[in-house]
Nanobody, 124 residues
Framework: QVQLVESGGGLVQPGGSLRLSCAGSGLTFSSYAMGWFRQGPGKEREFVASINWNGGLTYYADSVQGRFTISRDNAKNALYLQMNNLKPGDTAVYFC?????????????????WGQGTQVTVSS
């Protein structure tokens, strides 16, 4: 059974930082491209970033480019999202997802497995 479990969310002030983690199990982690998505209040789930199987290639939404960094450690079956200079508009539930095939993908329907999400709230 495939499981993806996110952690690291919380409440942070504008301009602050958080690091999200996603632990994978039940899958050959290094065989999958990975992505981060988020869903804000009353909004649809949206793409944040994706990464290829070995971490050498990354892709970001324009809204987070230059502030967020996606990375992975296949030895630990782990995916990360370093978020800096956070803004109130970044408030959302953040999800990690895994997909086979092409890594540069922003469509939710193309991802095979999903975590349950972790809440990030940016507020003073």
């Amino acid at each position: 059974q495939v499981q993806l479990v996110e952690s690291g969310g919380g409440l942070v002030q504008p301009g602050g930082s958080l690091r999200l983690s996603c632990a994978g199990s039940g899958l050959t982690f290094s065989s999958y491209a990975m992505g981060w998505f988020r869903q804000g209040p009353g909004k649809e789930r949206e793409f944040v970033a994706s990464i290829n199987w070995n971490g050498g290639l990354t892709y970001y939404a324009d809204s987070v480019q230059g502030r967020f960094t996606i990375s992975r450690d296949n030895a630990k079956n782990a995916l990360y999202l370093q978020m800096n200079n956070l803004k109130p508009g970044d408030t959302a539930v953040y999800f990690c997802a895994a997909k086979s095939g092409y890594w540069r993908e922003r469509l939710t329907r193309r991802y095979d497995y999903w975590g349950q999400g972790t809440q990030v709230t940016v507020s003073s």
